[in-house]
């Protein structure tokens, strides 16, 4: 079956510091790859996707680009803020036909002024 | 609407009793999805909603759980008999396809006491 493996948190930066959170990925087929973002108290935001392998997502100063042959989706950021300080979910979908979003358990990242 | 919208946002109910939550998705999106957010857990998922198609209800925990959806919008998530295990963030996402990503509510934080 598919499953999504997100490194543990909670990732504790000071506010400019560089940021990867790894993710790697094991699903039949080619799947479509998503971070999602819970800020404190909200609902889950899709923050970027990667539907095909060597694609790159980027938002928000966020990037994360389709590695096949690593089956990874690693998160990045040149530079964090305090308010970049949330919850960040790895997750993929399968591409034929409709199914359902398999996430990783989530990765908090808290940023320190 | 606008986005999803869940209610009630926070529910506390005695054990034994029966819950009913409550998803309002994006008009228009075909798919809806529920999840479950517990401590230490990620994202569980529940039961999907597809068109006309039958629900696919491979996640549901047990047969407390059920999950309809009337006239391909509305949908409600009904919890028989409340158990303390039960006590999460319930999620409802809905999505015009695989491949777009969902859009999540804000949930519902259910507390079995």
């Known amino acids: 079956g598919n499953s999504v493996t997100q490194m543990e948190g909670p990732v504790t930066l000071s506010e400019e510091a560089f940021l990867t959170i790894n993710c790697t990925y094991t699903?039949?087929?080619?799947?479509?790859l998503f971070w999602y973002v819970q800020y404190p108290g909200e609902g889950l935001q899709l923050l970027l996707k990667?539907?095909?392998?060597?694609d790159k997502g980027s938002n928000k100063g966020f990037e994360a680009t389709y590695r096949k042959e690593t089956t990874s989706f690693h998160l990045e950021k040149g530079s964090v803020q305090v308010s970049d300080s949330a919850v960040y979910f790895c997750?993929?979908?399968?591409?034929?036909?409709?199914?359902?979003?398999?996430f990783g358990k989530g990765t908090m990242l808290l940023v320190s002024p | 609407g606008a986005g999803v919208s869940q209610s009630p946002s926070n529910k506390v109910t005695e054990k034994g009793k029966d819950v009913e939550l409550r998803c309002d998705p994006i008009?228009?999106?075909?798919?809806l999805y529920w999840y479950r957010q517990s401590l230490g857990q990620g994202l569980e998922f529940l039961i999907y909603?597809?068109?006309?198609?039958?629900?696919?209800k491979s996640g549901l925990p047990s047969d407390r759980f059920s999950a309809e959806r009337t006239g391909g919008s509305v949908s409600t998530l009904t919890i028989q008999r409340t158990q303390q295990e039960d006590s999460a963030v319930y999620l409802c996402?809905?999505?015009?396809?695989?491949?777009?990503?969902?859009?999540f509510g804000s949930g519902t934080r259910l507390t079995v006491v």
């Open positions: 996402a809905s999505s015009l396809s695989t491949g777009s990503g969902y859009t």
């Open positions: 699903a039949t087929g080619y799947p479509s």
């Open positions: 990667a539907t095909k392998a060597d």
């Open positions: 997750a993929l979908s399968e591409n034929s036909g409709y199914s359902t979003l398999t």
């Open positions: 008009s228009g999106h075909t798919a």
């Open positions: 909603f597809q068109g006309n198609s039958a629900p696919d």
